[in-house]
């Protein structure tokens, strides 16, 4: 069974910044991309930033994000953070970690959510 645990979600005031973390665990066989969504009340979950499993770990970033947050990852722990600068109120949703990840029971790729973690941005 694989796992993603987030953690590192909170309240800040506009103009500061948080760092989300993921950790997966479990019977990985191996990570291929990592990505963190959040789905605000009311819409539609929407990406936020992908990182790829290759060597130069490429990532892309919805619009939103480009400039203010920037997705990494380390392989060997099989972790993926989210470090957000310059927080706005819009930012305000639950934060879900993703992964598509070959187990070791089953050759076959599954895409793993979190839990979720809350970010508020309020004055």
């Known amino acids: 069974q694989v796992q993603l645990v987030e953690s590192g979600g909170g309240l800040v005031q506009p103009g500061e910044s948080l760092r989300l973390s993921c950790a997966a665990s479990g019977s990985i066989f191996r990570v291929f991309s990592m990505a963190w969504y959040r789905q605000a009340p009311g819409k539609q979950r929407e990406l936020v930033a992908v990182?790829?499993?290759?060597?130069?770990?490429?990532?892309t970033y919805a619009d939103s994000a480009k400039g203010r947050f920037t997705i990494s990852r380390d392989n060997a722990k099989n972790t993926v953070n989210l470090q957000m600068n310059s927080l706005k109120p819009e930012d305000t949703a639950v934060y879900y970690c993703n992964a598509v990840i070959s187990s070791t029971t089953s050759a076959l790729l599954r895409n793993y959510w979190g839990q979720g973690t809350q970010v508020t941005v309020s004055s």
């Open positions: 990182v790829s499993s290759g060597g130069s770990g490429s990532s």
